[in-house]
């Protein structure tokens, strides 16, 4: 299996304050990989990383073997990195429509426009009522779905979503869930940073136990599943 | 009903004029959290070179109002290059563009003043006449102004509510990451923002010096109430602006009407600070940062 993301010895961080430490990672073609680790301990910071929104202040980044750790953002998402960020971060003036088609800005995604929206609104229903609402006025839920569907229509070879269930109600993580089994199924290759790492084991090829800035320990959902005590001081079960 | 008229007609005018070239302002804050303090001197810079090459080159006013936008949009992208976005990679960003511009902008009216002289000189790019309605005097120099600045303001809504670089610039000051997750070139749209602010004072300083005359600080003044009517708006809003601005105008000519001219600044200065203690964020401000 050939790589599609590597990250070699990355380290980022604020400042004089170093964030992400020494961080080496693979992630395969079609994978679900999964960020797992307490709060504060660098998952956004790495995300922020691989879009280009922080420079590495040393390590490599590349897509298919094409360096990206020097580019800027629009470039990291024109080489097909979609980072949907953590509290959506939506356009607040715009519609619900208007969000998703800024999904397609760039043009290769803009020829696709019309297919994507379909599929996203076939991911998310209420979307399709909901297209006229300024995003500012969504709620939760709502907001929620228009941030990764905005993702979606940027099509892409790799998605990244930061904690896609935060601060939702459990229904709505049940549909988020849904939507991410739908896209793993459909074989797109997904980093995801999630804070329930038991839930998301069920559906990951592989998780990464991010703590304090590096991996403290990498492995499949069956294996996290089989053995969770080894992990519970990590994730506090 | 001819005091009403004349009132309109001097506030529409006014108003006119305040709204372009407070447009700008309110974009370039919007977009990049920046208060550009060189705008007057942009202004003025705009009246100069329409003077310039319609009065001492003898050229067509037709001429000389795209080159004033083009030399006026060149300096504001010489701003983003050389100011802002030098200064944008660190900390500090908006108190540190908003002490350079106040020297950018003291250059600019320095230049000004040693090319073309302290000295006020007539803008030649001016009609000459009036529509009379009843027994009132509507000159078409007005008209013109109105006609000119709604018609720009056409331009500018329709750059940004239906163009892709629109899209752009929207996108960008409503989420600076998240206009550029989306692909956009944050920095290009910077740039682009100043370049169309450039070019917006060029014309407001035509249509100023137009009824005004030109002088090297003739910007000071409007800029002041550009300010005014961006906080009055609420910054960064343009289209709340814009109609700032007309309402501004509206009253202003009241006021000079029932009052005197003397009075006309302090006045709309107690009124904004009314409606800021009504409404801290501004009229047409949300509570939060406000977008366009
Ligand atoms: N813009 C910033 N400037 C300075 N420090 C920051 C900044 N953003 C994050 N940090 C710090 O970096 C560390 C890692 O933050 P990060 O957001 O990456 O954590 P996280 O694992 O995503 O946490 P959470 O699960 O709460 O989202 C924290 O100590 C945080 O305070
Ligand atoms: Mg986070």
Known sequence: ?237 | MNVAIQILSSGLTLGAIYALSTIGLSLVYGSLNMLNMAHGALLALGGYVCFYVMGVLGLPGLLGVPAAMLVCGLAGFVVYQLAARPMLASGGFETRIFIATIGIGAILGNVIQRSFGPQPVAQPLALHGALVLGEVYVPYQNLLILFVSVAMMAVVALLLGRTRVGRAIRATAQNRDAAQLMGIRIGRVYAQVLALSGALAALSGILISSLSGLLPNMGGDPMLKAFVICIVAGLGNVFGAVVAAFLLGLLEALIQYLLGVQYSFAILLLIVIAVLIWRPAGLFGRRQVVRL
């Open chain 1, 1 to 237: 299996m050939s790589a599609l993301l590597t990250l070699e010895r990355v380290s980022a961080g604020y400042g004089h304050q170093q964030v992400i430490r020494d961080l080496s990672l693979a992630l395969g073609e079609g994978q679900l990989a999964a960020l797992i680790g307490p709060n504060g301990h660098g998952k956004t910071t790495l995300l922020r990383t691989i879009s280009g929104l922080l420079h590495p202040s040393g390590g490599t980044i590349a897509l298919e073997g094409r360096r990206l750790d020097r580019l800027r953002p629009d470039q990291i998402v024109e080489a097909g990195i979609i980072h949907v960020p953590q509290g959506d971060l939506l356009f607040p003036e715009m519609t619900v429509l208007e969000n998703l088609r800024m999904g397609a800005y760039l043009p290769e995604a803009a020829r696709e426009e019309a297919r994507r929206l379909e599929e996203v609104f076939a991911l998310f229903p209420k979307l399709r009522d909901r297209q006229g609402q300024l995003a500012g006025t969504l709620s939760g839920g709502e907001r929620r779905m228009v941030g990764i569907g905005r993702g979606l229509m940027a099509g892409g070879r790799l998605l990244m979503l930061d904690e896609p269930s935060l601060g939702l109600a459990p229904i709505v993580i049940d549909q988020i869930y849904e939507a991410i089994a739908t896209l793993r199924a459909s074989g797109r290759s997904v980093l995801i940073v999630e804070e329930n790492a038991m839930r998301i084991a069920e559906l990951a090829d592989v998780l990464h136990l991010l703590d304090n800035g590096s991996f403290a320990w990498s492995g499949s959902g069956a294996e996290l599943l089989s053995r969770p005590e080894s992990l519970a001081a990590y994730l506090g079960a």
